[in-house]
């Protein structure tokens, strides 16, 4: 455990505090990733009338990293993460944590194996039980894994070593809820997720209920554990500017595929797909420098049902760039380098398809 509590410009609400564009410096490849997705497949519904909530998703994440995962509502952001936490079973394709396939733990085995996977949730507001203090709620998670921390006197230190974590104070124990800002509640739900000392955090949408600036002080915090604990995220937001400043690696999901993927520079500066440009054009710009006329790519249409995929390229739809081999013939895998997507007539010249 740190001796130390996060620097006082991380710990106070009440001062100002900026994104600063770019994102941490992420760990080394590794050849053996923390988690490995290969092909999950997941439907809900029966008969006739199934909705394909997850459509062959790959993804790779290594120890200490962070992957964000952007898309637009309905894409399959929130199911994926169910699968990620063994809330739900994939129908097809496998999940390797640390070389194991988590649906085949049972007993004991498949306990000691949640300690390793928590969850940050979206609203800091309805997360939190207005009934228990807040050593109450960092200290629930040992209710069910009782040999993490034995005694009660053992447990009271934890609390406080966990709170000093998040940057808040040893006094705030015995607070509840109510008596907490917005910031400093989601800093108590991340805490709560620390109590196990797990690898992975799975954080949904974690800061977008708040304010700008106590954004960014969560988003420090965060990024600061990664730096101390080694711990990895997977980041889901539709904020692309959060997505941007904390992620070593970006997602883009649409209809239950994933459609890009890429070191997050790469993905912000260079996207290869029509629907990727289309987010990053829709994103408010601050530096009008930056802004550009030539990567505005303005969608038409409405989402398609998930029950009723298109044929082909499932964003045909509504892509400006869209021709007839779209409607009938899947799109091909285009890579450059460690950056993919799948499309037809990508964005980036000089791509090679496979």
Known sequence: ????????SRTSETRATTLVEGHPAGPPEESAPLLEVTGVTKTFGHGRRRLTALDGVDLRLGRGETLGLVGESGCGKSTLARVLLGLERPDAGTVRFDGTDPFALRGKDLLAWRRRVQMVFQDPFASLNARMSAADLIGEPWRTHRDVVPDA?????????LLALVG????????????FSGGQRQRIGIARALALDPDLIVCDEPVSALDLSVQAQVLNVLSELRERLGVAYVFISHDLSVVRYISDRVTVMYL???IEHGATDDVFERPQHPYTAALMSAAPVLDASRASGDREIQLKGEIPSPFDIPSGCRFRTRCPRAEELCAVQAPPVV????HTALCHFPLEEGAART
């Open 153 to 161: 006197k053992a447990r009271e230190k934890r609390v406080r070593e």
């Open 335 to 338: 890579e450059r380098g460690s």
């Open 168 to 179: 808040l104070r040893a006094g705030d124990a015995h607070r509840y809820p109510n008596e």
């Open 1 to 8: 455990m740190p001796e130390r509590p996060m620097p006082e």
């Open 256 to 258: 239950g595929k994933v």
